[in-house]
């Protein structure tokens, strides 16, 4: 019934600075524009294969009321080359550390605030396993 994760909507507060850190700080390719009478009003970037990013201009800050996004994972296929990468970049990123279930994970924020993890399966990761993540957070 489903292929795959088709795309996501995020917000932008400044447009340009989020079209910036998706092509030039993550390094992913734009796809096409959009706008909304005769003004840029947002962008698709290719996320891998056929998933994207959709973004679009908000204009409003972002409110605790109006934070249904809580964070978008991206899978890499090299979490050090990625963290290398992205410092390199000039772009603050944690350091990897192993997540909960069994994968490899990086934390970065977008210019607006979105929060994104950057995960690197294993072989003993939970999305293969199907074992149960028991957290504690």
């Given amino acids: 019934m489903f292929k ?5 909507n995020i917000g932008a507060t400044d447009l340009a600075a989020s079209e910036r850190f998706y092509t030039e700080i993550l390094g992913m390719t734009k796809a096409f524009d959009f706008e909304k009478d005769g003004e840029p009003f947002g962008f698709y970037v ?14 409003d800050p972002p409110t605790s009321d109006n934070m249904m996004l ?10 050090d080359e990625v963290v290398n ?6 772009w ?3 350091d990897k550390k192993m997540g909960a279930d069994q994968s490899w994970q990086a934390w970065i924020t977008d210019p607006s605030g ?12 939970f999305q293969f396993t199907g074992e149960t993540c028991k957290v504690n957070w």
């Fill in 46 to 59: 290719n996320a891998g294969d056929t998933t994207f990013i959709e973004v679009f201009i908000h204009h």
């Fill in 114 to 125: 979105v929060r994104i993890e950057l995960m690197q399966y294993t072989d003993k990761s």
């Fill in 92 to 94: 603050e990123i944690t």
């Fill in 70 to 79: 809580k964070h978008i994972c991206l899978e890499v296929e090299d979490i």
């Fill in 85 to 90: 990468t992205i410092r390199s970049r000039g």
């Fill in 4 to 8: 795959r994760l088709a795309h996501i």
